[in-house]
Nanobody, 115 residues
Framework: QVQLVESGGGLVQAGGSLRLSCAASGSILSINVMAWYRQAPGKQRELVADITSGRNTVYLDSVKGRFTISGDRAKNTVSLQMNSLKPEDTAVYYC?????????WGQGTQVTVSS
């Protein structure tokens, strides 16, 4: 069974940077979309960014210009570079990879931005 393992979360001051990484434990066939979501306390999970097999990207409006998603379909990895972090970026971040045979989620990694 494929598992996604995230790393790179932590505590950072406002204005700082973090890089989240996500790797699959096995091979995922025909990846369609690689994405990062986040969920803050008391809020619904929201899409932060995704990248399709055609390398098209979508970003949450509030992170545009600050976050960059990258994915490697051959290695089954997806990363999220987060710059100019704000306290409102504080959340648990989840990676998500959707392939032809399944929709896979990581366990989540906490990102906390202090003011």
């Amino acid at each position: 069974q494929v598992q996604l393992v995230e790393s790179g979360g932590g505590l950072v001051q406002a204005g700082g940077s973090l890089r989240l990484s996500c790797a699959a434990s096995g091979s995922i066939l025909s990846i369609n979309v690689m994405a990062w979501y986040r969920q803050a306390p008391g809020k619904q999970r929201e899409l932060v960014a995704d990248i399709t097999s055609g390398r098209n990207t979508v970003y949450l409006d509030s992170v545009k210009g600050r976050f960059t998603i990258s994915g490697d379909r051959a290695k089954n990895t997806v990363s999220l570079q987060m710059n100019s972090l704000k306290p409102e970026d504080t959340a648990v971040y989840y990676c998500n990879i959707r392939g032809s045979r399944g929709n896979y989620w990581g366990q989540g990694t906490q990102v906390t931005v202090s003011s």
